[in-house]
């Protein structure tokens, strides 16, 4: 139950972020989004006595449908939650409060950043805020490799595609292009985390003392690789080490103190998954 509770908390507060990204930085400015949300704006554009919200529940009922068949009750259930979480508070903040406009540029910005910040945290729970969302995570089944926020990209450059005929304004769209960029960005880091991981490549003579330090003071995992020189023919033992962003000055003095002709190579890595970094989990975004 406090796991359940817990992850609908997340949910609720991801969708009122997305809700409040929406009324304070997109409408106002008049801004075109992607999604099911983007057409509901373009069809209040047109008719204003449609609300945003209501469009938009009206506008997702088949797409939840074919998540329901294809991805599960979970996913229905917690989307469903989301979605009227999301929908119910962008006509409730639209009717308490309106907000000015500002500079578009900074709108699209700040809106892309909340709007992406709370896509992140109502995927993290496995849930969508309805629309395109579902087509991301319909197209994830496909493209297993590819992070949400990209494969979010592609049904909502669609609709800003439609959104800019509709507004006639290619303006509106380039803006929302860039909104939708910056909360791709977003949405990838609060799902999947910065660069916060490096891996290091380790070729020196000294092999054993840099593996022996890093192993007792460091308290890192090291995996011995065997090279060969091409030039020189001379077997080499490599060393391959993961470890966080905040240990790179000390990895460095460390082989640095021990030989200082060592070839040293730091790459960074999307995931680290194993013993003291993350875990894997079947069913994660």
């Known amino acids: ?89 962008i006509d409730i903040i639209a009717a308490w409060y309106t907000f000015p406009p500002m500079d578009p540029l900074l709108a699209c910005l700040c809106g892309g950043a909340v709007m992406g910040a709370g896509f992140g945290l109502v995927f993290s729970q496995g849930a969508t805020t309805g629309g395109t969302d579902i087509v991301a995570r319909l197209l994830k089944l496909r493209f297993p490799w590819l992070p949400m926020g990209k494969l979010l990209l592609v049904p909502d450059g669609v609709v800003l595609a439609l959104a800019a005929v509709a507004f006639g304004q290619v303006e509106t769209a380039l803006c929302g292009a860039v909104a939708l960029v910056v909360m791709a960005k977003v949405m990838d880091a609060v ?74 190579i730091v790459c960074n890595a999307h995931e680290v998954l194993g013993e003291g970094f993350g875990d894997y989990h079947k069913e994660e975004i």
């Not at 609908?8 to 400015?29: K, R, V």
């Not at 033992?237 to 993961?242: I, K, N, S, T």
């Open 1 to 89: 139950m406090k796991q359940f509770l817990k992850s609908y908390t997340i949910i609720a507060l991801g969708s009122l972020a997305f809700a409040l990204g929406f009324d304070w930085f997109f409408a106002p400015n008049q801004i075109a989004m992607g999604g099911v949300t983007g057409l509901a704006q373009v069809i209040n554009v047109l008719i204003p006595a449609l609300p945003v919200g209501i469009l938009t529940i009206i506008l997702n009922v088949p797409l939840f449908l074919a998540g329901w068949k294809l991805i599960g009750f979970h996913l229905l259930a917690s989307s469903l939650f989301s979605m009227a979480v999301s929908s119910v508070a």
């Open 191 to 264: 799902l999947y985390g910065t660069d916060a991981s490096k891996v290091a490549i380790i070729v020196s003579d000294c092999w054993q003392e840099i593996a022996d330090v890093l192993l007792r003071e460091q308290d890192r995992g090291v995996t011995i690789l065997r090279g060969q020189g091409a030039y020189t023919g001379a077997e080499k033992q490599v060393l391959m080490v993961a470890f966080p962003q905040k240990e790179i000055v000390q990895l460095k003095r460390t082989i640095r103190d021990l030989d200082s002709s060592a070839f040293l």
